[in-house]
T-cell receptor, first 113, second 113 residues
Framework: GENVEQHPSTLSVQEGDSAVIKCTYS??????FPWYKQELGKGPQLIIDIRSNVGEKKDQRIAVTLNKTAKHFSLHITETQPEDSAVYFCAARNSNSGYALNFGKGTSLLVTP | DVKVTQSSRYLVKRTGEKVFLECVQDMDHENMFWYRQDPGLGLRLIYFSYDVKMKEKGDIPEGYSVSREKKERFSLILESASTNQTSMYLCASTHQGAVSEAFFGQGTRLTVV
């Protein structure tokens, strides 16, 4: 099955700096790659996603890049703010083998003022 | 506002008890999922369902079963709770579709004593 590796497991940045979280996947047929943010005491919430036919996608301060050849994708957060502090999960799905998402182990991001 | 609602935020059960975790979604989603979240292990898929009365095993189904009698409701059952099932349980739902967003409930923190 699909194996998703996520790094780093913890990340601390100063407010205003950029944060980058990286993920690799094993199933070359995976075609959908969402990123979820989980705040304390809440369920994960989608923040951005990318399909396999797209190399990059941006939404304000958040961007995701995908390298299908290398089977890795990354989340970039610019101008970080304290409210960006949360746990971030990457995931991958091969829609040809079902609708379940395979998640990375998560990155705990701390943005210090 | 779309919603996935889990019946309990916190549960404490005794070893050997039969435990029911309930999840209801109001988005008419076909697919529903149960994940388990543990520190350092991310989200692991227990069971999922593509339709009423249908179920599929995920990565860690041992010790669990599920029931989906109605489209909007997906129940996770611990047949005989054990201390190693102490965890955060997350329910999610999606429409059918290759790039359908997964919506999560707020989670149930289960402690087995």
């Amino acid at each position: 099955g699909e194996n998703v590796e996520q790094h780093p497991s913890t990340l601390s940045v100063q407010e205003g700096d950029s944060a980058v979280i990286k993920c690799t996947y094993s199933d070359s047929a995976s075609n959908y790659f969402p990123w979820y943010k989980q705040e304390l005491g809440k369920g994960p919430q989608l923040i951005i996603d990318i399909r396999s036919n797209v190399g990059e996608k941006k939404d304000q301060r958040i961007a995701v890049t995908l390298n299908k050849t290398a089977k890795h994708f990354s989340l970039h957060i610019t101008e970080t703010q304290p409210e960006d502090s949360a746990v971030y999960f990457c995931a991958a799905r091969n829609s040809n083998s079902g609708y379940a998402l395979n998640f990375g182990k998560g990155t705990s991001l701390l943005v210090t003022p | 506002d779309v919603k996935v609602t889990q019946s309990s935020r916190y549960l404490v059960k005794r070893t050997g008890e039969k435990v029911f975790l309930e999840c209801v979604q109001d988005m008419d989603h076909e697919n529903m999922f149960w994940y388990r979240q543990d520190p350092g292990l991310g989200l692991r898929l227990i069971y999922f369902s593509y339709d009423v009365k249908m179920k599929e095993k995920g990565d860690i189904p041992e010790g669990y079963s599920v029931s989906r009698e109605k489209k909007e409701r997906f129940s996770l059952i611990l047949e005989s709770a054990s201390t190693n099932q102490t965890s955060m349980y997350l329910c999610a739902s999606t429409h059918q579709g290759a790039v359908s967003e997964a919506f999560f409930g707020q989670g149930t923190r289960l402690t087995v004593v």
